[in-house]
């Protein structure tokens, strides 16, 4: 008998611990821990970007990361990772949420869980400045450089299914590649191209060559309800108080070089 209650007691205590594991959630998790960690790619300027002076990643991506977990009371903490495995990472645990231009696609939604809409991008396509190329049905069938598995990406092979796509890690490496006439065109979102021309790359955009609006969101894992909805709050505060306009008129805005005028409101996907 005492076996018996022994074995009994041990069981009820595992089945206790077993149910505050599968009760405890993410939010729960990363205020106990005090830190909030968003993974980027740190290579797409303004959204994400190493600063030449401080050496430092920032961004208008790396300010909604700070804006979430200040709200949170937690300390951000930014992680890089490539952008084909910005969602791979994340259902891994490596970090906890993607700030990294996290476009909306059917596939991706499959993926992870999308918040509120925090930016809104044309996905266009640039050409050097000295090519005769005028319009981007003169692409058609041409060789075009894309970040791999970008929103990018999947509207170039959308929009001109006879183009030679040529997928790259990462955007300098598809911007290099367009410079040494390895391609003919380079697939990307229209602020990062003027990002780049800004810079000094001798590129144009074809004005006639919107692909696709593209959607952006602060990417969760699947299940994990009340960070999201924890995040869509704030993000809704944000548009609310104005926040939003502030970090948009820093990086692409009125405050910016790019004199960008918002045309998108933070609501759901």
């Given at each position: 008998m005492l076996k018996t209650a022994i074995t009994v007691s041990a069981m009820t205590m595992a089945l206790t611990l077993f149910s505050g594991v599968a009760n405890a959630d993410q939010l729960s998790d990363i205020k106990d821990d005090g830190v909030l960690s968003c993974g980027t790619i740190g290579t797409v300027p303004p959204f994400n970007f190493q600063d030449p002076k401080t050496r430092e990643i920032t961004g208008?991506?790396?300010?909604?990361?700070?804006?979430?977990?200040?709200?949170?009371?937690?300390?951000?903490?930014?992680?890089?990772?490539?952008?084909?495995?910005?969602?791979?990472?994340?259902?891994?645990r490596s970090f906890d949420i993607i700030t990294g231009s996290l476009g909306w696609t059917p596939e991706r939604a499959k993926q992870v869980a999308y918040?509120?809409?925090?930016?809104?991008?044309?996905?266009?396509?640039?050409?050097?400045?000295?090519?005769?190329?005028t319009s981007v049905k003169e692409l058609s069938d041409k060789r075009i450089a894309v970040q791999?598995?970008?929103?990018?990406?999947?509207?170039?092979?959308?929009?001109?299914?006879?183009?030679?796509?040529?997928?790259?890690?990462?955007?300098?490496?598809?911007?290099?590649?367009?410079?040494?006439?390895?391609?003919?065109?380079?697939?990307?979102g229209e602020l990062m191209l003027l990002a780049f021309k800004s810079e000094g790359a001798a590129i144009k955009i074809l004005p006639d060559s919107v692909l696709m609006i593209e959607k952006q969101g602060v990417g969760v894992r699947k299940g994990e309800d009340a960070l999201l909805n924890e995040i869509n709050t704030?993000?809704?505060?944000?548009?609310?108080?104005?926040?939003?306009?502030?970090?948009f008129d820093k990086w692409v805005g009125a405050d910016s070089k790019y004199k960008m005028e918002r045309s998108f409101k933070v609501e759901p996907m």
């Open positions: 208008y991506d790396i300010d909604l990361c700070k804006l979430i977990a200040e709200k949170l009371g937690v300390k951000a903490e930014i992680k890089i990772v490539a952008g084909s495995a910005r969602i791979p990472e994340l259902n891994r918040s509120h809409i925090d930016y809104v991008s044309n996905q266009m396509v640039g050409v050097m400045a000295d090519s005769e190329f791999t598995a970008s929103t990018s990406e999947k509207a170039v092979r959308d929009k001109l299914p006879d183009a030679k796509v040529v997928s790259f890690q990462d955007v300098p490496q598809a911007l290099l590649a367009l410079q040494q006439g390895k391609v003919q065109g380079l697939g990307l704030i993000l809704d505060e944000a548009e609310a108080d104005g926040t939003i306009d502030k970090i």
